[in-house]
Nanobody, 126 residues
């Protein structure tokens, strides 16, 4: 059974940092792109960051404009991805989801991702 499990969420003050991690199990995600999405209360789920990884190397990363320059996605191996979030803002408050797609390049379309984690809460206070 495939599982993606997020960790590292919590409450932080504006301007602070958090690091989210995602560990996948149940299959090897070699050549799968992985991404982070988020959903704020009353809003639709949106893409935050994605990375492609093949042959042991991260060769592509994409970021939503709202997080570019503040968030960094990292892929350590086929089944582990993290999201370093710096300079957090109250508008970053959301449930963050890790996801994996069989596409080689990370895509911003959530419908392209077949595997999803349960989500983890990130709350940024002003």
């Amino acid at each position: 059974q495939v599982q993606l499990v997020e960790s590292g969420g919590g409450l932080v003050q504006a301007g602070g940092s958090l690091r989210l991690s995602c560990a996948a199990s149940g299959r090897t995600f070699s050549d799968y792109a992985m991404g982070w999405f988020r959903q704020a209360p009353g809003k639709e789920r949106e893409f935050a960051a994605g990375t492609s990884w093949s042959g042991g190397n991260t060769y592509y990363a994409d970021y939503a404009d709202s997080v570019k320059g503040r968030f960094t996605i990292s892929r350590y191996n086929a089944n582990t991805v993290s999201l370093q979030m710096n300079s957090l803002k109250p508008e970053d408050t959301a449930v963050y989801y890790c996801a994996a797609t069989s596409r080689r390049l990370a895509t911003r379309r959530g419908s392209e991702y077949a595997y999803w984690g349960q989500g983890i809460q990130v709350t940024v206070s002003s």
